[in-house]
């Protein structure tokens, strides 16, 4: 089995895009969360949202049409695009048949849905247009990658809700280190949605004033939207190239609550299963983690199960292991967020900077962790997992170390 | 480790029968289940699921929370998981190494268009936050992983009309690198008026309501729904449990177009790239291969591409290779039809006979199909799944012996 390097990180965010600007502004504590802009949420209790602003696809969109695709593949090809200049490679030197894509989605494309609803309404079914079923369906996303890189490997969605971007990313390991690809482009995407907004919102999981993972007084999650890419290569490759290395993947672990298919498993069953694999398949152990990307989405429910599993997993020493959520500044991006957080678990291997968790001020008893609280630091982590829980009982964690030359 | 992932269960629900006897049956008499609905009114056509009782295998309750897709692979996980002897029915918790992949491309359309439609007709406040889980693309895995205690890996895979064949390897790899013990792998696509109405909307309905597989007359497809899974093990987990499978999971090929994400490359590079590969993983030669079971749906470009394909890879030997193209039985089922023609492949491959190409008459392309049972001797089938996405694979099944 070859080691799995990765070497480009391209993202489009709530808080902006590109590496750089996305690094900066997360360790600053930044928020991409406002008042939804993308549609009137005036009927709707609660108006909190994390959008991509000022997004321009025509910038990154080059060979495709982007009124013959929907926001999802539109992210997405951003992402790409930041990632594959990031990485510095040159794609035709590729043999293009061994270079694919694994793509993460919760919804894919909802606003082809909410477009034929509109248009049913308005000038009934007749008038549904025939680009309607060719680009709904999720597996367009990581076709059109596909097509804008002239891209002939494997390419797959792995629509597993809000814990995709780690299913993606581990399938995109699985394919590097057997050999069966010699790149793979691997990560999430989603658009904003009404309808996603609509589900949360019916749920009661919508924070009313700001997102706050892990404290006492936290009252939910903020939809949001975004992409993330990650380029991923055998390290030996990566070496030869001279390529800036940002962490090699180390290992994945997958699990299903067989629960319910909203609300986490009371005692995280799924969740410390999924870690335990991740850890095992990583060749590593509780005590080699240095910090946790948690899921954290901001719900009671989600924060406390996630401390109780990490907490039952590293006993005595879960308070040691530091564990923060970006989707306090960045909202919840869906299928794109375990990518996302991928990304900023890579960056806090390469620098040794660990994000914060913003809008922490009052502990709460039962999420008794280091959730890193307003301000990042510095601790120069060597291992890290990602969680990443998802409807359907769906958990997955990535094990990322620093690669050492 | 043994590197061999066997068949060890089948389940299947579809337009031509339920269960892998009835399923068996209806493609060796040469039957279709292209005809009329009875979801979309007088004079409309389908190769749907008709009269689908998913209580008659899951009993009555729990059903309600259910749309079509789950209730599909709900009965399609029971039927498997019975066979196979896995069955975690009477278990307290389930088995944490068994889990089920899905190859799908919708999940639920029709629910995540209702759940709109709903707000968008009587507000948002007024939805039924109960179905707000069935939109996700994953919840037909996740009503099945919850419905029969499966606790292993629950991954849902679209790879367009490839998603059913990319399932199956996903999970043989899973299986390989001993991720779990036994997996459910196939797909599920549910029938809605949404798809309908797309199908149409999008010029890949036969206007003559027939699937005519590589005819030079072909006008389109006929939509099917369903679902179709393999339990999937190791063969050495399967010995060990004292059975004696007897088909294997074989090589798998891949490759996208990268030309269009809405229309068939007729060059077919894509798809001759996808049956090399996968010959070459299973480390056999194409006169080795007995019988192919081939995607064509009917579809002007789409057959096309797959008979350049076959020529490509087989040349003169495609005279002798019989073909069957089953989806002018169960229709284009979409995500779910790489697994229906995985189990068709794989019934051939027992039978030693390719199955009938239902109503078949002529093709504009030379290929030994025929609208009877064809008799082969062999030990490898090919299974095709290509998509207008771009997206193609094959897969070659082995018989153990």
Redesign the interface.
């Known amino acids: 089995m070859k080691r799995v390097a990765i070497t480009g990180l391209g993202l489009i965010t709530p808080i902006g895009a590109g590496r750089k600007v996305f690094w900066e502004r997360l360790l600053a504590g930044a928020s991409g969360i406002a008042t939804v802009a993308s549609f009137d949420s005036s009927?709707?209790?609660v108006h909190l949202g994390a959008e991509v602003k000022e997004f321009d696809p025509k910038q990154f969109v080059r060979l495709g049409k982007t009124e013959e695709?929907g926001r999802g593949s539109q992210l997405a090809i951003a992402a790409a695009r930041m990632s594959i200049e990031d990485s510095g490679i040159e794609l035709s030197s590729y043999d293009?048949?061994r270079v694919?894509?694994s793509m993460g989605?919760?919804?894919?494309e909802?606003r082809l849905?909410?477009r034929?609803?509109?248009v049913?309404?308005a000038d009934g079914?007749e008038a549904?247009?025939?680009?309607?079923?060719?680009?709904?369906?999720?597996?367009?996303i990581p076709?059109?990658i596909?097509?804008e890189?002239?891209?002939?490997?494997?390419?797959?969605?792995?629509?597993?809700?809000c814990a995709a971007g780690n299913?993606a990313i581990g399938?995109g390991y699985?394919l590097i280190r057997?050999g069966r690809a010699d790149l793979m482009l691997a990560g999430g995407a989603d658009a904003f949605s009404?309808?996603t907004?609509?589900?949360?919102?019916?749920?009661g999981a919508i924070a009313p004033e700001r997102c706050q993972p892990f404290d006492k007084n936290r009252k939910g999650m903020v939809p949001g939207e975004g992409a993330a890419v990650l380029i991923l290569e055998p390290l030996e490759d990566a070496r030869a190239r001279g390529a800036k290395i940002y962490a090699e993947v180390l290992g994945y672990g997958?699990?299903?609550?067989?629960?319910?298919?909203?609300a986490a498993h009371p005692k995280g069953?799924?969740a410390i299963?999924a870690m335990a694999?991740a850890l095992e398949?990583s060749r590593k152990t509780i005590t080699d983690v240095d910090y946790i990307s948690a899921h954290g989405t901001g719900t009671p429910t989600n924060d406390r199960v996630e401390s109780i599993a990490v907490r039952t997993l590293f006993g005595d020493r879960a308070g040691e292991v530091p564990m923060s959520s970006i989707k306090s500044m960045l909202g919840h991006t869906m299928g794109a967020a375990s990518a996302i957080e991928a990304v900023a678990c890579s960056l806090a291997l390469d620098t040794g900077v660990i994000p914060p968790t913003v809008n922490y001020e009052t502990p709460d008893p039962e999420c008794d962790l280091d959730y890193v609280p307003n301000h990042a630091r510095t601790t120069n982590p060597r291992v890290v997992l990602n969680n990443a829980y998802?409807?359907?009982?769906?958990n997955a964690s990535l094990c990322l170390a620093r690669y050492e030359a | 480790m043994s590197s061999r992932v066997v068949v060890t269960g089948t389940g299947v629900i579809s337009s031509i029968g339920a269960g892998a006897d009835d399923f068996e049956r209806g493609l060796n008499a040469g039957t279709t289940g292209v005809g009329p609905s009875q979801m979309f009114g007088a004079g409309t056509t389908t190769a749907e699921v008709r009269d689908f009782a998913p209580q008659n295998w899951l009993g009555p309750k729990g059903l309600r929370v259910l749309d079509r897709s789950a209730r599909l692979i709900c009965v399609s996980s029971h039927m498997a998981l019975c066979e196979a002897g896995l069955s975690q029915a009477d278990a307290e918790e389930g088995d944490p190494d068994l889990g089920l992949i899905c190859g799908t491309m919708f999940g639920g359309l029709h629910s995540i268009t209702s759940f709109d439609w709903s707000g968008l007709t009587e507000g948002p406040n007024l939805v039924n936050p109960m179905e707000f889980p069935n939109t996700v693309i994953n919840s037909p895995a996740g009503h099945a992983a919850i419905k029969h205690k499966l606790r292993g890996v629950n991954s849902t895979i679209c790879a367009g009309l490839a998603s059913g064949l990319y399932a199956i390897h996903y999970a043989a790899e899973f299986l390989r690198f001993g991720r779990a013990k036994a997996l459910l792998a196939g797909g599920v696509e549910e029938l809605c008026e949404e798809s309908f109405l797309g199908f149409r909307k999008m010029g890949a309905a036969s206007a003559s309501d027939s699937i005519r597989p590589f005819a030079a007359d072909r006008d389109g497809s006929v939509l099917g729904d369903g679902s179709a899974l393999w339990m999937l093990e190791t063969e050495d987990a399967a010995r060990a449990r004292g059975l004696t499978p007897v088909l294997e999971v074989g090589g798998f090929g891949s490759a996208h177009d990268a030309h269009s994400t809405s229309a068939f490359d007729v060059r077919a590079e894509g798809a001759t790239s996808a049956i090399r590969q996968a010959l070459a993983a299973s480390e056999i030669e194409p006169e080795q291969i007995a019988c192919i079971i081939s995607a064509a749906s009917g579809n002007r470009a789409g057959d096309l591409m797959e008979a350049r394909a076959l020529r490509n890879v087989f040349g003169d030997l495609l005279g002798e290779i019989p073909v069957s193209a089953p989806k002018a039985a169960f229709g284009e089922g979409l995500g779910v039809s790489g697994a229906f023609c995985a189990l068709a492949g794989g019934l051939a491959l027992v039978r030693q006979s390719a199955p009938p190409t239902a109503g078949f008459k002529e093709s504009e392309f030379r290929l030994r199909l025929s609208a009877e049972a064809q008799p082969f001797q062999g030990k490898h089938v090919l299974i095709n799944a290509f998509g207008c996405d771009g997206n193609n694979a094959a897969l070659i099944l082995n018989l153990r012996t």
């Open positions: 009927a709707f209790p695709m293009s048949g694919g894509v989605t919760t919804s894919g909802p849905v909410e034929y609803n509109d049913r309404k079914l549904i247009p025939g680009d309607f079923l060719p680009q709904y369906p999720c597996n367009v076709s059109h596909a097509v890189f002239g891209l002939h490997g494997p390419c797959m969605m792995i629509p597993t809700a299913y399938y699985d057997t009404r309808i907004y609509q589900g949360f919102s019916r749920l997958v699990s299903c609550d067989s629960h319910h298919m909203t069953d799924g299963r694999m398949g998802a409807f359907g009982g769906n």
